[in-house]
């Protein structure tokens, strides 16, 4: 399928896996475009991951691409796809150079084109000074970029990314975000974290996993803009703090000598002369994730 092609296709996910019961009645679309898919630990992220990349089969339902089942497609769906397991592990005995041949003739690339193509990843992923080094050498983030290198190596029209920044620090998380924004361009990336800023910084579209069920989906900005003039900041006596936390989703609070100061969400607190806060994206999602325990 060519690029053009990608912006009309559609995943269509319907899952309800008994046993575990790690997701249910999961039905969304993705187009061409960044997707954020963000939940807590245990939401069943990894496990929706997992079946978009076939490791896991959903035990009712389908998932489909282009109009059809990606089980069906078999080979032609995995040739689509490059993908970065949230438990990502490299063979530490070869060089960076070595593993993405190794990778590149298991996914099927000829070798008249794997030698270019690998300069030209390694390149992208800024790992072309460590091309002869062992893996086993490699920081925890020159893994992770290691781990993009060997998903992208076949050009693929759908990038699967679970957790792709855990344990790596503010730097390495500024450089991944910056290589997976710019593979958004042409491909369906869908990154998964619980990591909100992870979400901000590099997707426009978002998914929210609760509890294995998808909460909402929608644009980024967008969804934000539902808790405009709902946000407040104040700073409360220690006092007016334990009541109000009880009563209001408290998104965070800083200690400031013996007062609190706390950004909240909901109606203004009589007690709390606060003012309006700018939302962002941690808000939203405090305040989705309120609403759902409401209605569960």
Known sequence: MGWNQIWNCRWNIYANLTEKKALKDVSFTLRKGIYGLLGENGAGKSTLMRMMATVDFPSKGNIRYGGKDIFGMDEGYRSLIGYMPQDYSVYPGFTAKDFLEYMGVLKGIPKTKLKDRIMEI???????????????????????????????????????????????????????????????????????????????????????????????????????QKVRGQVWETVVSQKVYQQLRKERSVIHLKQVGREVQVRFIGEEYPEAEGSRAEPTLEDYYVFAGGIMEENS
């Open 122 to 224: 390694l390149e992208f992923v800024d790992l072309s000074k460590a091309a002869d080094k062992k893996v086993k050498t490699f920081s925890g983030g020159m893994k992770r970029r290691i781990g993009i290198a060997q998903a992208i190596i076949n050009e693929p029209e759908i990038l699967i990314l679970d957790e792709p920044t855990a344990g790596l620090d503010p730097r390495e998380r500024i450089r991944f975000s910056n290589i997976i924004s710019d593979m958004g361009k042409d491909k369906i990336v869908l990154l998964s974290t619980h990591i909100v800023s992870d979400i901000e910084a590099a997707a426009t579209e978002l998914v929210v996993v609760k509890k294995g069920k998808v909460l909402e989906t929608g644009n980024v900005d967008e969804l934000v």
